[in-house]
């Protein structure tokens, strides 16, 4: 089993920075796609961004596009989120999840292809 914790929330003003971090207990982390999901309250998950095994593939919605960008440091088993000129709509809760497919070249953009989740982290921009 695969355990993934998430880091790095609070509460920001608009136009702030945030990091997120997600580091997972499996030493097969750098062979799996990982992803950043977000849920307001009252409202699905949705996709934010994805990065292959190696990060070398990085897709992101087009809401956040520009403004973050999603790493990863394989030797530390830790995927980043680096968020940038954060708007109020971006406030949810923030979680990590893992794709066990070994070295996949897709990269998936919808929660039911993760295999592993985080407890996630709440990320509150103020207006």
């Known amino acids: 089993q695969v355990q993934l914790v998430e880091s790095g929330g609070g509460l920001v003003q608009a136009g702030g920075s945030l990091r997120l971090s997600c580091t997972a207990s499996?030493?097969?982390?750098?062979?799996?796609?990982m992803g950043w999901f977000r849920q307001a309250p009252g409202k699905e998950r949705e996709f934010v961004a994805a990065?292959?095994?190696?990060?070398?593939?990085?897709y992101y919605t087009d809401s956040v596009k520009g403004r973050f960008t999603i790493s990863r440091d394989n030797g530390k088993n830790t995927l980043y989120l680096q968020m940038n000129s954060l708007k109020p709509e971006d406030t949810a809760v923030y979680y990590c999840a893992a794709d066990r497919a070994y070295l996949a070249t897709n990269v998936p953009n919808v929660p039911y292809e993760y295999d592993y989740w985080g407890r996630g982290t709440q990320v509150t921009v103020s207006s």
């Open positions: 990065c292959s095994w190696n990060g070398g593939s990085k």
């Open positions: 499996a030493v097969t982390f750098s062979t799996y796609a």
